[in-house]
């Protein structure tokens, strides 16, 4: 059986021994720019990583193989809240206040950059064992001084453009983590909320606007009602109350049933109608509250038709608020709690007010219907707690200033799958600016300085002389001196949003203005990655800084489930390898079409190792057997092979190119299974002549094998072919281009292949065994004459003949055939005696070519048939037959209801 451990250890001890990596980074002449999407350093890789990596391994080894000079230099995202959390924890930390009150922040980020250094180095060593080729002693890591500073240049180019700018706006908030967060960074969860509609008083005595919310803490901080001038509106009315609903919403809620209509009338007429806060004399803010108009953000979908508006509190409330110039700020402080807006609100928790605002609501006879809603809800994608929407003062990027020309960039590059690129788009035809600035500590600092006097602002792109670490607390201590009045600058305290750091990953790990030849990530980074990159590079670029981009699935469960340690199905890497080595992995995972969710189960991944286990065993075959390193009088079959091979090398480097390169490792892995070790081996060993071919096909399927199994590739190299190679090992031979190839060959042997299983199953049903020779089979198409000794052999029949059959037994594809069975037991015995003596000669444990002198005795049938081939069974099993009448003491092997006694002389 395939021992892994044996093979994966072997490779990798030769590759370190004789510095192979190195040897193989100093060949390649043509450049070929590859940028790795950096993971996040937060713990133990996940086998999703290990795919990741593994996909990027394989086309980076096939590259080399082509005569490129490949970067390859991994990156680790080392900054960000994920970091800071894990830190927080092992401080003990509650709050984000006693990082300063306590810790103090120079402790705090420097237990940051030990965590960050500690668990790259794990995750490190954990990639090498699935033997990811890549520069680990020359990672790109986002903590370091030349990566910050390298970022910083897009800052300032964003800032001489005039694509920077900072104001108040309303964005997605973490009152957990204390930050913002950009819309790219949510997590969308299945959460359950109160659902409720709620009647705000005109001032029209019994009159009520009645809206639905799903955030009724939102409530506190309502300053306007939203409705469609274009839409119809309906008075209802009903024991003596009179609602205002949209007359689509009154048509389509069987809330309303009860209800009669008074009048109608478009949504425009109720623009300016005032009302009241429905708990106004429980809020110190006074408002004069109204309706205003919005077409786009009040849908008929849902609701009421009549939308709730806290400019403060939500992105489409803080657009209209802005027309209407309506207040912006928020009712809520940093820590997510109400600010003195009023008795019994101030520091309470926002989200945990929701069922006592209901209660006011209720007691004041308000409250006109109450349900619970489980819907899509935005969550924190480090902590996971839900979000809130809060006008915070923030540093954006105007992405909406260029957002066209993002879309056409990102339509002009290839993607992997095509239908990426429609689903990257949607994105970015929503996408607002980008909110940048994050009020935490373990980040790239903003390099932005503003004057305490004249707020005079200066951004940098160099780090200032003598400073060693540009993170904070160090960098807050540059002071610059205002060039307008005088007044001292210091910085803005904030760091940056961590997809920043990578987005930033093309010029600030290489060093160089380069665009990337290609990128490949997880589909989620259609949201991440692939937008903060696109967003970063038009800044420094002015296009798209990557050529090509391919998408892949999730690593899940058999049931298609999330792995998680909680939930009970994950499988850590260190378990994978241990049962079944890196290599059954990569087979496993790149065999998976690159954008369908990989589905880990042991069943396939034991089916990736024993198929690694038959191509040892061919190579076990040719060490054994192979004599000549030369091709020898090739038959017809042989040239079939070399063609069929040309033909899989031309989907397998054409598929690698198009970086659908589970394509060229499905079309790898039929060939080796069906063509050679179910097919061609079977010729073989009836033709010893076709070695020459195998041994040299087989080298050609090593080569292409090598970027997906390396080691193995590797270990049956140097035990097989290095002693009649150059090359020191199988990563500085070529994967060449495919020589023309013979299709109407490849067309034939398909049909006559198709014939033999035809066949087969014929014998199947006839129950005639297959070592059992068939007297004659005629076969009405002359055409496939030329393949007259393989149909033979593989079907055992003693004559083929090619005639028109006056009845048939079988017909495929056109072709009739008669079927003559005939009486051949003798040879049929003789098939079987072959079989048990080779079977007990490897009981023996002894070598091919040792001979031996065997006692047999049996039934008078097997006698007879031993008697009459014994010249040909000698040279066959290298074993001297002697007669010995009454045999009793050897070992007993039946042959249907006849016995066969062999002993060891």
């Not at 009154?250 to 109608?264: K, L």
């Amino acid at each position: 059986m395939y021992d892994h451990k044996e093979v994966e250890e072997w490779s990798e001890r030769f590759w370190q021994e004789n510095n192979i990596y190195s040897k193989i980074k100093a060949r390649g002449t043509r450049r070929f720019e590859f940028i790795d999407g950096p993971p996040f350093v937060t713990g133990e890789i996940h086998p999703g990583t290990a795919w990741n990596k593994c996909i990027k391994d394989s086309i980076l080894r096939f590259y080399r193989m082509r005569g490129y000079d490949v970067n390859d230099t991994p990156g680790f995202d080392t900054h960000g809240l994920p970091i800071e959390v894990k830190v927080e924890k092992k401080l003990g930390i509650e709050n984000k206040g006693e990082i300063e009150s306590r810790i103090g922040i120079e402790k705090f980020i420097k237990e940051c950059k030990d965590f960050a250094e500690q668990y790259r180095n794990i995750m490190t060593q954990q990639l090498k064992r699935f033997h990811i080729w890549m520069d680990w002693d020359r990672p790109y890591i986002t903590f370091k001084k030349e990566y910050i500073e390298r970022s910083w240049k897009t800052i300032k180019r964003a800032w001489d453009k005039g694509l920077l700018k900072e104001g108040d706006y309303v964005v997605p908030y973490c009152y957990r983590c204390q930050t913002t967060l950009a819309n790219y960074e949510l997590e969308y969860k299945d959460l359950e909320d109160p659902s409720i509609y709620v009647m705000f008083p005109t001032f029209e005595d019994g009159k009520y606007l009645l809206i639905w919310t799903t955030t009724p803490w939102t409530l506190v901080a309502n300053l306007a009602v939203m409705v469609n001038p274009n839409e119809i509106y309906l008075e209802i009315e009903r024991d003596g109350k009179i609602l205002i609903v949209a007359k689509k919403r009154f048509e389509n809620n069987s809330i309303f049933r009860d209800w009669h209509v008074r009048r109608e009338f478009l949504g425009k007429e109720l623009e300016g109608l005032k009302y009241k806060h429905p708990f106004d004399d429980l809020l110190k803010f006074k408002f004069d509250r109204k309706v205003v108009l919005s077409e786009e953000f009040v849908s008929m979908e849902d609701g009421t038709g009549l939308v709730h508006s806290a400019p403060g509190h939500g992105e489409e409330d803080f657009k209209v608020g802005q027309r209407y110039g309506l207040p912006t700020f928020s009712f809520v402080d940093d820590e997510g709690k109400y600010i003195d807006v009023g008795d019994g609100f101030k520091g309470r928790l926002c989200r945990d007010m929701n069922n006592e605002i209901i209660e006011i609501l209720k007691e004041r006879g308000l409250l006109f219907r109450r349900e619970t809603i489980k819907h899509s809800y935005p969550t924190c994608w480090r902590c996971k707690s839900p979000l809130i929407y809060r006008s915070t003062h923030q540093w954006f990027i105007t992405i909406t200033n260029f957002r066209d020309r993002m879309i056409e960039e990102a339509k002009r590059i290839k993607w992997v799958p095509n239908f990426a690129m429609k689903r990257f788009v949607n994105f970015l035809q929503n996408s607002p600016d980008w909110c940048i600035s994050r009020q935490r500590y373990w980040g790239i600092p903003l390099p932005i300085w503003k004057c305490d006097r004249c707020e005079n602002v200066t951004v940098i792109d160099k780090i200032p002389d003598g400073l060693e670490d540009p993170h904070r607390p160090y960098i807050d201590q540059i002071v610059f001196k205002c060039d307008k009045c005088g007044g001292e600058m210091r910085r803005v305290p904030d760091v940056l949003d961590v997809w920043f750091d990578s987005g930033n990953a093309v010029w600030a790990s290489t060093g160089k203005d380069v665009v990337a030849d290609f990128i490949v990530e997880g589909q989620d980074q259609i949201r991440g990655w692939f937008y903060s990159l696109l967003g970063s590079g038009m800044i420094y670029y002015n296009k798209i800084p990557y050529r090509a981009v391919a998408m892949h699935g999730f690593f899940v469960d058999e049931k298609g489930e999330k792995m998680s340690k909680s939930v009970g199905n994950y499988v850590p890497v260190e378990e994978i390898l241990e049962r079944v080595g890196a290599d059954a992995f990569r087979l496993f995972g790149l065999s998976n079409n690159i954008w369908e969710d990989l589905k880990f189960n042991w069943r396939d991944l034991e089916l990736a190792k024993r198929e690694l286990f038959v191509i040892l065993n061919i190579a076990k075959y040719l060490e054994d057997n192979h004599r000549s390193v030369n091709y020898v009088d090739m038959k017809i079959w042989d040239k079939w092979l070399v063609a069929r091979l040309n033909e899989l090398k031309k989907v397998y480097i054409d598929s690698f190119q198009s970086y659908e390169y589970y394509i060229a490792v499905r079309a790898l892995r039929e060939f080796i299974i069906e063509d050679l070790s179910r097919f061609y081996m079977k010729i073989v060993k009836t033709n010893p002549s076709s070695l020459g071919t195998l041994y040299h096909v087989f080298l050609e399927v090593l080569t292409m094998l090598a970027p997906i199994t390396p080691a193995t590739a590797e270990y049956i190299y140097q035990k097989l072919y290095r002693k009649h190679h150059l090359e020191e090992s199988i990563f500085m031979r070529n994967i060449d281009d495919p020589a023309d190839y013979d299709s109407d060959l490849l067309r034939n042997m398909q049909r006559v292949r198709g014939l033999i299983s035809e066949i087969l199953e014929w014998r199947q049903r006839e129950k005639i065994n297959l070592r059992m020779p068939i007297q004659e089979v005629i076969i009405s198409d002359v055409s496939i004459y030329p393949f007259k000794e393989i149909i033979a052999d593989m079907i055992n029949a003693k004559e083929i003949s090619f005639n028109k059959p006056e009845s048939s037994d079988l017909s495929y594809d056109g072709i009739e055939v008669r079927i003559i069975v005939g009486n051949l037991v003798d040879e049929w015995l003789y098939n079987e005696i072959s079989r048990r003596i080779q079977f007990y000669r490897k009981q023996l444990g002894l070598k091919k070519d040792e001979t031996i002198q065997l006692l047999y005795d049996g039934s008078d049938a097997i006698v007879e048939v031993i008697d009459k081939f014994k010249s040909e069974l000698a040279e066959k099993t290298r074993a001297e037959l002697v007669r010995n009448v009454g045999l009793s003491d050897g070992i007993r092997y039946s042959i249907k209801d006849m016995e066969l006694i062999l002993k060891k002389a």
